[in-house]
């Protein structure tokens, strides 16, 4: 039996680390949403992509895909908008432990975000489904949000779902139902998707979704009352994985 999921936000970043913007419609193939972390920054001289839990300046940094092209604004209002051109170049490079092969660019990005960032970057498009985790969506229930808003006394935080940066935000009357969901299929829109495991949380969520600051100390609340991973990380909301591509919105 699959069951259906009312989606209330959906949203994606098509640089990885930067602001997980909301999408009005969205369109799922078997490896997630399409155009969702298309693209990352490199740090060259590493062969490492940046992290966004070590950049949370990243967050402040809004792109867009146009056409082509890729729009990049920065927190102080300038940008540029770019068709990055590749330079037939690979890197294989560390992604959280995994080496990723990247095709690197040339175009105004590289120092446009290299100052921002204050260190030497590149722009790099990144195969489909390689810089994500575990399967490549991620579903948080409204009911989780506001347990954690009430916890934190802090209401603000069931409109900041974007801090999560979960593809889906879904319709839920119970806080952490999503724990119970291992295995199931549910409907989004017109997509199938399989629930996988827990999400396995970082510092990044302690940062505001827009500007990138610390204002919270989430993570900590979440060790408090959550079950944690081998590596001492909180879980809260599911991977899955796509059995029938659709669109959702």
Not at 23 to 33: I, K, M, N, S, T
Not at 41 to 49: E, G, H, K
Not at 142 to 153: F, M, P, V, W, Y
């Amino acid at each position: 039996m699959t069951d259906s999921l009312v989606v209330v936000s959906a949203g994606f970043s098509p640089v990885k680390g930067m602001r997980h913007l909301p999408r009005p419609g969205l369109a799922l193939d078997e490896l997630g949403a399409v155009g969702d972390r298309q693209w990352c920054l490199l740090d060259v001289d590493a062969a490492r992509v940046l992290r966004t839990v070590q950049h949370p300046s990243l967050i402040g940094v809004v792109a867009e895909q146009d056409g082509d092209g890729l729009a990049v604004l920065l927190p102080d209002g300038t940008g540029a908008s770019f068709e990055p051109e590749p330079t037939g170049e690979t890197l294989p490079c560390d992604y959280w432990g995994r080496t990723v092969e990247l095709a690197l660019t040339d175009g105004p990005h590289s120092e446009l975000l290299s100052d921002y960032l204050g260190r030497p970057v590149q722009l790099a498009a990144a195969p489909r489904g390689a810089v994500v985790f575990d399967a490549p969506v991620t579903l948080l229930g409204t009911a989780t949000l506001a347990d954690l808003a009430a916890r934190l006394d802090r209401p603000s935080l069931v409109s900041e779902d974007a801090r999560f940066r979960s593809t889906l935000v879904v319709e839920t009357s119970e806080p952490y139902v999503e724990d119970t969901w291992l295995g199931r299929t549910v409907t989004v829109g017109s997509a199938v998707l399989r629930i996988g495991g827990p999400v396995p949380r970082c510092a990044v969520i302690d940062h505001h979704p827009e500007t990138g600051a610390r204002d919270l100390r989430l993570l900590k609340a979440l060790v408090s009352h959550r079950p944690v991973n081998a590596a001492n990380e909180p879980v809260l909301g599911v991977y899955a994985s796509v059995v029938r591509p659709g669109v959702v919105g």
